[in-house]
């Protein structure tokens, strides 16, 4: 359960900050390196994440809705740092898609960015609750 609930605060940032920067978005993030992304977009991405883990709090024990929202703004955090972080790689590899195997979505690393560095982040907060 705790695996699914790191995988749908990851994701639910994604899908908060592109419906929030679609609704509202007018400042960029960082242009140069992914310029859809908006500050204003962040904002409900890791607005997402902090109702997602208190809508995922119950499942988990000993876990507080403060906490929960906490853990969720963080990892979500984490989560988009990680995507930041793939855009980077694929602007030094002079790369526009990391492939074309999930049409839609621009490759597995498009997938799996943000899970792949929120992961072990979410383990070590796991690890001291």
């Not at 749908?8 to 390196?33: C, E, M, N, P, S």
């Not at 908006?38 to 809705?65: D, K, Q, R, V, Y």
């Not at 498009?110 to 899970?115: L, T």
């Amino acid at each position: 359960m705790t695996v699914l609930m790191i995988l749908l605060v990851v994701k639910f940032t994604d899908i908060g900050a592109f419906f929030g920067g679609q609704a509202i978005g007018r400042h960029k993030l960082i242009y140069w390196l992914s310029p859809g992304k908006t500050w204003e977009g962040l904002i409900c991405g890791l607005i997402t994440a902090g109702i997602i883990g208190m809508i995922c709090a119950p499942l988990i024990i000993n876990l507080s809705l403060g906490k929960a929202f906490i853990f969720g703004v963080t990892i979500g955090g984490i989560g988009q740092l990680g995507d930041l972080l793939e855009s980077m790689m694929k602007r030094d590899a002079e790369v526009k898609d990391s492939g074309k195997l999930i049409p839609g979505f621009g490759g597995v690393l498009d997938v799996i960015d943000s899970p792949l560095l929120a992961a072990p982040f979410a383990y070590l907060v796991f690890g001291l609750l």
